[in-house]
């Protein structure tokens, strides 16, 4: 069993950055895989970007890529998401999940942080 919580969500203007941390305990965390998803008000979850557990990362939606960066930290157990140039249709609540799928690692879910891009 692993549990997560993420962290570092907030306000930010258009343009900001944040950083998102999603610690995890129990289970192995080096064995895992994991990814990064978000949910808009009225819209349905998707996939933001994923990590392997060799580090392998992947960005599974075009909007993001350029801008955003997954990466882990193994000594930590703690998976980052960075968020660069947000863009108000960045706003939403961001998930960190977790699984051995490499390709869908959504065994385990945090409670999710909000990000908010104002305008």
């Known amino acids: 069993q692993v549990q997560l919580v993420e962290s570092g969500g907030g306000l930010v203007q258009t343009g900001g950055s944040l950083r998102l941390s999603c610690a995890a305990s129990g289970g192995t965390f080096s064995s895992y895989a994991f990814g990064w998803f978000r949910q808009a008000p009225g819209k349905e979850r998707e996939s933001v970007a994923r990590?392997?557990?060799?580090?392998?990362?992947?960005y599974d939606a075009d909007f993001v890529k350029g801008r955003f960066t997954i990466s882990r930290d193994n000594a930590k157990k703690t998976v980052y998401l960075q968020m660069n140039s947000l863009k108000p249709e960045d706003t939403a609540v961001y998930y960190c999940a977790a699984g051995y799928n490499r390709y869908k690692p959504t065994t385990y879910w945090g409670p999710g942080t909000q990000v908010t891009v104002s305008s």
């Open positions: 990590i392997a557990w060799d580090g392998r990362d992947t």
